[in-house]
């Protein structure tokens, strides 16, 4: 029984080898030049010799090459679940924000729901599968309809949903701010993202 050459395998480690190798005397020869102006293997009396190895034979390999850069992965970007709304923002420059002009207590609301409802349900009240859809809960046609409603579900909270009173956490005045952004991102009056911070 005739024994099986290793020599397929011993090609390609030593193509590998000579890839990383050309691959370091290239960036060796780099910093060289840089730093000390002249050919790292000039002799004297010789002249300047080039350096540089002739890449290895990898044909029908897939090897990575140093002289490339491989491309970042960047994720699928996702729909948009918001819509803009319908008539144009303030300019910035009015409130010394990026985003759109809004009421003081939109505002407030905006810091306080950022601070204690945006975990559950959703940054900028996008839906969240965590908690209920505030966009629809508060549209038209939703069950929370009325800042009274909405106040007495946040003050009192939802404990078999799993969601905390939050009557000892926020005051009278916080929640009916939250109820303000909130009710303006549910009409489309103001989309995603940090809106700019009122003239005082």
Known sequence: M?????????GWGLALILTCAFA?????????ETTAGAPVDSVPGQGARSDT????DTSGASLPRPDVATPP??????????????????PASQGGGAGPQVSQAEYE??????????RCHGQDVLPNPVAANLLISLGAGGP???????????SEGRPDKGMPAFKDIMSAEQI????????????????PGRPARPPA
């Open 2 to 10: 005739a024994r099986q050459s290793s020599a397929p395998l011993a």
């Open 24 to 32: 370091a005397c290239s960036r060796g020869a780099e910093e060289t």
């Open 53 to 56: 190895l002739a890449p290895a």
């Open 73 to 90: 992965i960047t994720p699928p970007a996702e729909a948009p679940q918001d819509t803009p709304p319908t008539t144009a923002p303030a």
């Open 109 to 118: 609301g905006w810091r306080q729901y950022s601070v204690n409802c945006a």
């Open 144 to 154: 929370i309809d009325t800042e009274q409603k909405f106040f007495q579900v946040v």
């Open 176 to 191: 009916r701010s939250v109820y303000a952004y909130v009710d303006s991102r549910a009409e489309k009056r103001l989309p």
